[in-house]
C-alpha cells in the first residue's frame, strides 16, 4: 500500500471546505474496519484512507501550517499504512470508568505476549510498537501489526467465509475472541491485494 506524500495532503482552508462531505465517508470507512474484541478491546484495522484521514484531522486541531509538523504528521501516520502481506491496527484498550482503566492498564502489562491473529490453522503473533510497551503498564492506545505469512486476499476470505478467521486475547486477565467476517473480512481482503 502506497504511503501518503506531502502533496496529498490538503491545505487547512481546503480541507475545512470539503470536510463536512469527507468526514462522514471516513467515519464509514472506520466503522467497516473496526472489531470489538470481547468488551475491552476494539481494533481499527487501518489503510491509507484512515491514516490520511487522521494526518487531515491532526493538521485541522492543532491547525498546522509549518512545513515541519505537517511532516512529522505524515511520517507518523504512515507507520500505520500496512505493507504487503500484513495487517496493522490501532487497538484501543477501553474501560468507561477512569480508575477501572488505570487498573487494567496495569494489570494487562505483558498482553503483547497474549494477542493472536488465527487464520485457519494459523496462529499469527501480534507485533507491537515497543515505544508503546512498559513493565509497568499498558497504554490504552497500541499499534500492533500482524504478518500474514502468505496468506492472500483470496485465502484470507475463503477461510473468513468458513469463520475460520478471529483475533483473540488469552492473557491471564483478559481473554476474549471475536471473529473477522463479512464486511470487515472484505475490507481487510482489499488491503491484502
Same mark, same amino acid.
Given at each position: 500500500?502506497?504511503?501518503? @506524500?506531502?502533496?496529498?495532503?490538503?491545505?487547512?482552508?481546503?480541507?475545512?471546505?470539503?470536510?463536512?462531505?469527507?468526514?462522514?465517508?471516513?467515519?464509514?470507512?472506520?466503522?467497516?474496519? !473496526?472489531?470489538? =474484541?470481547?468488551? /475491552?478491546?476494539?481494533?481499527?484495522?487501518?489503510?491509507?484512507? *484512515?491514516?490520511?484521514?487522521?494526518?487531515?484531522?491532526?493538521?485541522? @486541531?492543532?491547525?498546522? *501550517?509549518?512545513?515541519?509538523?505537517?511532516?512529522?504528521?505524515?511520517? *507518523?501516520?504512515?507507520?500505520?499504512?500496512?505493507?504487503?502481506?500484513?495487517?496493522?491496527? *490501532?487497538?484501543?484498550?477501553?474501560?468507561?470508568?477512569? =480508575?477501572? !482503566?488505570?487498573?487494567?492498564?496495569?494489570?494487562?502489562?505483558?498482553?503483547?505476549?497474549?494477542?493472536?491473529?488465527?487464520?485457519?490453522?494459523?496462529?499469527?503473533?501480534?507485533?507491537?510498537?515497543?515505544? /508503546?510497551? $512498559?513493565?509497568?503498564?499498558? $497504554?490504552?492506545?497500541?499499534? =500492533? !501489526?500482524?504478518?500474514?505469512?502468505? =496468506?492472500?486476499?483470496?485465502?484470507?476470505?475463503?477461510?473468513?467465509?468458513?469463520?475460520?478467521? $478471529?483475533?483473540?486475547?488469552? /492473557?491471564? @486477565?483478559?481473554?476474549? !475472541?471475536?471473529?473477522?467476517?463479512?464486511?470487515?473480512?472484505? @475490507?481487510?481482503?482489499?488491503?491484502?491485494?
Amino acid at each position: 500500500m502506497k504511503k501518503i @506524500s506531502a502533496d496529498e495532503i490538503l491545505g487547512l482552508a481546503d480541507y475545512e471546505r470539503v470536510r463536512g462531505r469527507l468526514r462522514p465517508l471516513f467515519i464509514h470507512e472506520k466503522e467497516r474496519r !473496526r472489531l470489538h =474484541v470481547g468488551s /475491552h478491546l476494539t481494533f481499527i484495522f487501518e489503510n491509507a484512507q *484512515t491514516a490520511w484521514y487522521q494526518i487531515e484531522e491532526m493538521i485541522r @486541531s492543532e491547525k498546522m *501550517t509549518d512545513r515541519d509538523p505537517i511532516q512529522h504528521e505524515i511520517d *507518523t501516520y504512515n507507520e500505520l499504512i500496512p505493507a504487503p502481506g500484513e495487517l496493522v491496527a *490501532t487497538l484501543l484498550v477501553e474501560y468507561a470508568d477512569a =480508575v477501572e !482503566r488505570d487498573a487494567a492498564l496495569a494489570r494487562l502489562v505483558g498482553l503483547e505476549n497474549h494477542l493472536w491473529l488465527k487464520i485457519g490453522p494459523k496462529k499469527i503473533a501480534a507485533r507491537f510498537d515497543e515505544r /508503546h510497551v $512498559s513493565e509497568e503498564k499498558i $497504554s490504552a492506545v497500541q499499534f =500492533v !501489526r500482524f504478518t500474514l505469512e502468505g =496468506v492472500d486476499a483470496a485465502k484470507f476470505l475463503e477461510l473468513a467465509g468458513k469463520g475460520e478467521v $478471529s483475533v483473540e486475547a488469552d /492473557h491471564p @486477565s483478559l481473554a476474549a !475472541r471475536a471473529e473477522i467476517s463479512g464486511l470487515l473480512a472484505a @475490507s481487510l481482503a482489499e488491503d491484502l491485494r
